[in-house]
């Protein structure tokens, strides 16, 4: 991924975070027929271990999903997580676009690359326990939240035997923060108000990510 400097993040932390914030990934492998993508739910596990010491991806696929089967495992895999993002107008530039013109429009948005070995897990213990703590986690908010043990035992066991467990002990960390650092200090001023004058939750979102980094 190209990153100049200025739009490097490299603090774990922040970039767990928004692998935590949003979950669904994009698996990107190697297989026999080239490159191939899946969209999946992860769990991130900061813990750093010899094997993983940037922490380790958790998911599960279709039994059916060729990728657990077909992957170079000679090749690092690549899962992209997607923050916010924003289109942002000229028109935002309060201080340069009267001063000369001199302004095109350009997307804000933050990304986290992770790159590490796919492991299989067919386990029946880890799957249940990986598909558990995804439940747990995305039901908290609901006002009656589901539970796994709320289905029948066999059906659960049924659903448990059509999947396969992955996980990636995160070998690098790349991430990339294009919030307007680039701009003078009233251009970033005036985009982070366009934005949040916006409807949308993710506009507000990287209105803040904008004030944020120009301090």
């Given at each position: 991924m190209y990153t100049p400097a200025h739009f490097a993040e490299t603090r774990p932390e922040?970039?767990?975070?928004?692998?935590?914030?949003?979950?669904?990934?994009?698996?990107v492998t190697l297989g026999s027929a080239g490159l191939d993508a899946n969209h999946i739910?992860?769990?991130?596990?900061?813990?750093?271990?010899?094997?993983?010491?940037?922490?380790?991806?958790?998911?599960?696929?279709?039994?059916?999903?060729?990728?657990?089967?077909?992957?170079?495992?000679?090749?690092?895999?690549?899962?992209?997580?997607?923050?916010?993002?924003?289109?942002?107008s000229p028109t935002s530039y309060v201080e340069s676009k009267p001063a000369h013109g001199k302004v095109v429009p350009t997307w804000n948005y933050c990304v986290v690359h992770v790159h590490g070995a796919l492991r299989?897990?067919?386990?029946?213990?880890?799957?249940?326990?990986?598909?558990?703590?995804?439940?747990?986690?995305?039901?908290?908010?609901?006002?009656?939240?589901?539970?796994?043990?709320?289905?029948?035992?066999?059906?659960?066991?049924?659903?448990?035997a059509a999947i396969v467990g992955i996980e990636i002990p995160i070998a690098r960390l790349v991430g990339k923060w294009k919030v307007s650092?680039?701009?003078?200090?009233?251009?970033?001023?005036?985009?982070?108000?366009?934005?949040?004058?916006?409807?949308?939750a993710e506009s507000q979102a990287m209105a803040r990510l904008v004030r944020e980094h120009g301090r």
């Open positions: 922040i970039l767990h975070a928004l692998i935590n914030a949003h979950p669904l990934g994009t698996l739910p992860f769990e991130i596990d900061p813990t750093p271990t010899p094997v993983a010491p940037l922490g380790t991806l958790r998911a599960h696929v279709a039994r059916a999903n060729q990728v657990w089967k077909d992957f170079r495992a000679d090749f690092d895999s690549l899962v992209i997580f997607q923050g916010p993002q924003a289109y942002i299989v897990i067919d386990d029946r213990n880890w799957l249940r326990g990986q598909v558990e703590r995804l439940v747990r986690r995305h039901e908290a908010a609901q006002p009656k939240p589901w539970h796994v043990a709320d289905a029948p035992s066999d059906f659960i066991e049924q659903q448990l650092q680039n701009r003078p200090g009233a251009d970033r001023a005036g985009v982070a108000a366009s934005l949040a004058a916006g409807p949308q």
